[in-house]
C-alpha cells in the first residue's frame, strides 16, 4: 500500500505549478461548498477571534482559509520531487542571528503556529541549522501516508520524535547541543496541568512543556512566523525573544510567545488553521492556580 500510495503522490508531484494548483482550486470547492469540511469549527473559531467583524468579512477569511488548507497539501506533495534550487526560490528566510547563537554553543527552542506552510518551514530550519533540529510530530492514523509524510519530513535531517515518545526520548536527543522545533499552540491533553491564559477574547489553555523545558535547559528562545507571500511562496520570520531563557520566570515564554501568536494572526488571518478546535476547554475556577495572565479571565 506504501508503494503504491508514494507512487501516486509522487506522480501527481511531477505535474507542472499551474495544473497543481488548478487542483487545489477543485479541492476547495469540493471541502467548502459540498463537503463543508469542519465549517462549523472554522466560522464558530473566527466568531471567538473576531467578533469585530461582519460575516461577510469572516466568510472572507475562511474561504481564503480552505483556499490555504488546500494549497498547503498540494505544496507538499509538490516536495516529493521539488529541485532543491525551486525550493530555495519559493522560501524567504534569515537565520543569522539564531546560528550565530548557536556557534556561541546555544540551543536553539523554536516555537510556531499553526500556519501555512509548516511543512515548508520545517525544511528551511532543518537544512539550515548546523545543529541537529529535532521535530514533535503526531503520528498518522494511516501507516502508508504517515511513513511517507515521516520521510518526507526528514529528508532534509530533522530528527523526527512522536509526541507520545518524547517525554521517554528527550533525555537521549537533547544532551548535546540541539535545537527544536515546537507548535506551542497545541491543546494540552488534560486542561488542569496546563497555563491558562486569555488568547483573543477567551481564556486557553497552553502547554507548559515548552515554557519550563526553555527554562530548565536554558536554551535561546525563538519564535517563528510564517507568511504566505502568493501561492508556493512564503517566508520564515525569525524573533529571538530571549538569549538565555533560564533569566525569564516561569509563565513569561507563555505569555511572550501568546502575544507574538495573536499578533501574527491578526496580521494575516488567514493563513492560521481554524479548522483545529483551540477553544475546546472550558476555563473554570478550578484552573485559578495555573491562571498566569496579569488580565481577569475574559468571558
Known amino acids: 500500500m506504501y508503494f503504491l500510495t508514494y507512487a501516486l503522490l509522487y506522480c501527481i508531484s511531477l505535474l507542472p505549478s499551474f495544473i497543481l494548483y488548478r487542483l487545489s482550486d477543485f479541492a476547495y470547492l469540493i471541502l467548502y461548498y459540498v463537503v463543508g ?72 527552542q523554536f516555537h510556531s503556529g499553526h500556519q501555512f506552510n509548516w511543512e515548508y518551514a520545517n525544511w528551511v530550519i532543518s537544512k539550515h541549522m548546523p545543529i541537529p533540529f529535532v521535530g514533535v510530530y503526531m503520528k498518522i492514523s494511516n501507516k502508508a501516508i504517515d511513513k511517507i509524510f515521516y520521510n518526507l519530513r526528514s529528508k532534509k535531517g530533522t530528527v523526527l520524535v512522536a509526541t507520545h515518545e518524547f517525554k521517554n526520548k528527550m533525555h537521549q536527543l537533547l544532551k548535546q547541543q540541539y535545537s527544536i522545533g515546537l507548535a506551542a499552540d497545541q491543546n494540552p491533553g488534560n486542561p488542569s496541568n496546563a497555563y491558562w491564559l486569555n488568547f483573543f477574547n477567551r481564556p486557553v489553555p497552553f502547554v507548559t512543556g515548552p515554557d519550563k523545558g526553555g527554562i530548565k535547559n536554558n536554551t535561546s528562545i525563538v519564535f517563528v512566523r510564517l507568511e504566505k507571500i502568493k501561492r508556493g511562496n512564503y517566508r520564515v520570520v525569525t524573533k529571538v525573544i530571549a538569549k538565555n531563557a533560564a533569566d525569564l520566570k516561569e509563565g513569561q515564554i507563555t505569555k511572550l510567545y501568546r502575544d507574538f501568536l495573536e499578533e501574527s494572526i491578526r496580521a494575516n488571518p488567514d493563513n492560521y488553521l481554524w479548522s483545529h478546535r483551540r477553544w475546546r476547554w472550558e476555563y473554570n475556577e478550578s484552573f485559578a492556580d495555573k491562571w498566569i495572565d496579569d488580565k481577569e479571565p475574559l468571558h
Not at 471567538?48 to 477569511?61: D, L, M, Q, W
Not at 498540494?74 to 530555495?88: D, G, H, P, Q
Open 37 to 108: 469540511y469542519r465549517k462549523k469549527v472554522v466560522f464558530n473559531n473566527l466568531n471567538i477571534a473576531f467578533p469585530e467583524k461582519s460575516f461577510t468579512e469572516k466568510k472572507s477569511i475562511a474561504k481564503k482559509f480552505y483556499r490555504n488548507l488546500t494549497d498547503t497539501f498540494i505544496e507538499t506533495i509538490a516536495l516529493l520531487s521539488m529541485s532543491e534550487k525551486t525550493f530555495l526560490n519559493r522560501n524567504k528566510f534569515n537565520l543569522e542571528e539564531v546560528i550565530l547563537l548557536t556557534k556561541k554553543g546555544k540551543s536553539i
